[in-house]
DNA sequence: GTATATGCAAACTGTTTGCATTTAC
DNA sequence: GTAAATGCAAACAGTTTGCATATAC
């Protein structure tokens, strides 16, 4: 799951917008490419310092927020702690809610439909089939323009 | 996406457990069954506040956990920012990777699968028709045990 | 040479914790 | 009366920012 290019797509687009190819970009781009394993911001630091002590954490964000305004990593959230968290009420059934999210008006839609629930378990199934691991919960959340926003546009 | 019921199943429960029904904790509550808006915990104290000038935001936080530990509330996280990010290189080709996360060792297993693209893409179309809202992207999340993990029990 | 990046320390946000006081049972 | 919950302030983790210094172009 490696992309050889890159650094070299960031070194364009660097040049496109007068910035500058330095030695710490170049050491977290190296990084950020040979790791498969989703590190945050302090994961690659870590590993980036063996390779240069000297790189600070700062960096390492002012960096990662440069290469994420131009799409060139996107940011995932895993883990439960330390995080800025929604809270929903679990419903009584458990059954599933799923989540829409508007990227425009950021209003978070919440649906539930049979058919969904279907597709996603078949899902699971293949999935924990192919990789022989148990699969208890699927999340989906999707993302687009909400009603209001399409009709505005 | 009410549920009357959980102040009282909260009460039963702290009841069983030994635990005490604060006005506090059913303020939180009330506020959290009449709120369909996903509020943080921020959101939740400014919105409980108004009845209870006095609450601690530290009380909505141990509050939100204890009820978080029970399953009565389930965290969600959407926005982007102030959170716990993990960054993965995007894909060139614009195609998708989901996750699994092994909720038991935190690994986080990469997967994309043709036929679950196309599952995905089902219900993308299906949740776009009934709401009427564009789908311009799917986040699949599963979780459960990894193979490791399974092996292990 | 000049604009851009860096390192460092200090600030900031969201969340947790220790402890004395209060309160539900 | 006693164990459990609260309020408060202080600590904590992750992230951002201001500013002087260094460096890519």
């Not at 030695?23 to 063996?50: C, F, G, K, M, N």
């Not at 049979?114 to 078949?122: A, R, S, Y």
Request: glycine residues 6%; contains cysteine.
């Amino acid at each position: 799951m490696t992309f050889p290019l890159l650094t070299d797509q960031v070194t364009q687009t660097l040049r496109a917008q007068g910035g500058r190819m330095t030695a710490q970009r170049r050491l977290i781009l190296d990084v950020l490419q040979a790791s498969d394993s989703h590190p945050t911001a302090e994961e690659l630091y870590a590993l980036a310092r063996q390779s240069d002590p000297s790189l600070n954490l700062s960096t390492v964000y002012r960096t990662l927020n440069w290469l994420e305004e131009r799409g060139f990593v996107s940011p995932r959230r895993f883990d439960d702690n330390h995080a800025h968290k929604h809270f929903d009420p679990v419903q009584p059934d458990g059954g599933h809610v799923h989540h829409f999210h508007c990227r425009k008006c950021d209003r978070v839609i919440e649906f539930s439909a049979p058919q969904v629930e279907l597709l996603l378990e078949q899902i699971r199934g293949e999935i924990a089939r192919q990789h022989g691991l148990r699969v208890d919960d699927a999340a989906l959340v999707l993302s687009g323009l909400c009603m209001d926003c399409v009709a505005k546009s």
